[in-house]
């Protein structure tokens, strides 16, 4: 079998070569290849070691980071290959990370302390496909499973748990049987991971299109890595309602992560009033709360974080058909956001026994009126009014906040419809603003200073 590979991978593996080493692909690459999914990085495993791999490759640049796991990267043609020595994982006492590395003359040590069978594939032109554990056929058959025995694989690195639910979820392979009952016994070794680490990939896993099947069978997983959700059993009815929902929202991240985190328990919002003292406020309030620690615990970045934050503090707002209404929302959470929670609620709607077609009407009516609202230019920002505080203090009104009052106001008539958005009618209503009550707010900020 002949792979086609860019030129700088076959110049680097057959450098290598050529001076009397072994050199192969190896890893997520070989894999994608099989599986017809496109390549994002390419990884060379060899027996050289890192300095005769800087000595080969002294004329390009080679970036030292992982050199103490006896990796290097050297870019070819602006493209960043990795080339690692073969390597043996030395004992694993923490659950986590090997103690130390150990080099190895061995392909097949190198592949065997690999997680998965189609992660344990190599290749190269010369020598074709090494396959020692039948990765291909796994994958042909789309199957994960451990290299060697799964209890022994998940009791070193808890980490390779996640990336079993990760992979199944994007690639839609099942996890094999045995592999699967020792992801269930060993659930506890992601303790042991750094939260960072289990962020990342629960975050490619929850964008997964076969997402839906990994949640239903791991969810003892999904309860190690957020409680909150208090989820009772596989048959938990809100939790595979969030899950349905979860399939039914678009795989973005942050919109993924508002509609299984929106379903925070009633019981993590009871403990969380226990906690802060608090009975009084509004319930959307205290779960984005609690949701935002969560994702800040999760070590979600800021952006995410915020963004999942006030979808949920939004999430139950009133879907009302009026335009002046819509210009409001849209104003206060800009037409993306808006639409964003319109999503969320589509996908709720949806996912509900008996689907809410009167919702799922309103939604559809106000995404249309955003439309045409942003498509007819019409004023539903302080921005898009015809007059601006410049004009306003060119006509008389003193700089400072009541500037910032007067536009506020004037937009609210203009979103009512009250009067029309132009620089005259409006400058006309400023100045009789400013003339009512005007001097009094004027004079309030003097004696408030
Ligand atoms: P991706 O497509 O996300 O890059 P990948 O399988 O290439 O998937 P990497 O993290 O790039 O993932 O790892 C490269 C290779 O290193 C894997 O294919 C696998 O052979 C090996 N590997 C990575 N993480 C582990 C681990 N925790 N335990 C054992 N082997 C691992
Ligand atoms: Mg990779």
Redesign the pocket.
């Known amino acids: 079998m002949n792979i086609l590979l860019p030129k700088e991978i076959t110049y680097a593996l057959e450098t290598i070569q050529q001076a009397g080493f072994e050199a192969f692909i ?4 070989v ?2 290849i099989f599986i017809g999914r496109e390549v ?2 390419f ?1 060379i495993t060899t027996n050289a070691l890192p300095s005769q791999i800087l000595q080969l490759f002294s004329s390009f640049t080679v970036l030292e980071t992982g050199i103490k796991h006896g990796t290097l990267t050297v870019v070819i043609n602006h493209m960043p290959i990795e080339i690692t020595t073969y390597r043996i ?1 030395g004992t694993y006492t923490d659950h986590r990370r090997p103690d130390g590395v150990l080099f190895t003359k061995s392909l097949m040590e190198d ?1 065997k ?4 069978t ?3 594939l190599a290749y190269n032109p010369k020598t074709g496909i090494i396959d020692y554990f039948n990765g291909k056929e796994d994958i042909y058959n789309k199957i994960i499973r451990t ?1 060697g025995s799964p209890d022994e ?1 998940f009791t ?2 808890g ?2 748990i996640m ?1 079993a639910l ?2 199944s979820a994007v690639l839609g392979f099942q996890i094999e049987e045995d592999t699967k009952k020792s992801i269930h016994t060993y659930k506890d070794k992601l303790k042991y991971i750094s939260i960072e680490r289990i962020t990342s990939e629960f975050s ?1 896993m929850i964008c997964g299109q076969y997402v839906e099947e990994v949640l239903l069978e791991f969810w003892d997983i999904i309860d190690v890595i957020i409680p909150e959700l208090s989820i009772q059993s596989k048959d938990d009815p809100a939790y595979k309602l969030s899950v349905k929902t979860l399939v039914n929202t678009p795989p973005i991240l942050y919109l993924r992560m508002a509609t299984l985190l929106h379903s925070i328990s009633k019981q993590a919002i009871l403990s969380y009033e226990k906690e802060e003292n608090i009975d009084n406020n509004h319930s959307s309030e205290k779960s984005a709360f609690i949701v935002k620690k969560i994702l800040q615990d999760m070590r979600f970045d800021k952006e995410t974080t915020n963004r999942v934050y006030t979808l949920i503090f939004y999430y139950d707002l009133d879907l009302i058909e009026d335009k002046p209404y819509i210009k409001k929302w849209m104003n206060k959470l800009t037409p993306k956001v808006l639409k964003e929670l319109l999503q969320l609620r589509r996908a709720k709607s949806l996912s509900q026994n008996s689907k809410d077609d009167k919702e799922l009407g309103k939604i559809s009516t106000i995404n249309y009126l955003i439309d045409e609202i942003i498509a007819s230019k019409s004023c539903y920002s302080i921005k898009g009014l015809a007059i601006n505080g410049q004009d306003l203090i060119k006509a008389g009104i003193p700089q400072g906040k009541l500037i910032g009052e007067i536009l506020q106001k004037i937009l609210e008539e203009v979103i009512e419809e009250k009067v029309d958005n132009n620089k005259k009618d409006l400058l006309h209503l400023a100045k009789h603003m400013y003339g009512e009550g005007g001097q009094q707010i004027c004079d309030l900020h003097r004696s408030e200073q």
């Open positions: 190896v890893g997520g690459c894999r994608d994002h990085d990884d994982d592949l302390r690999r997680d998965f189609m992660n344990a290299v694989r070193e690195d980490l390779r990336r990760r992979f490619k």
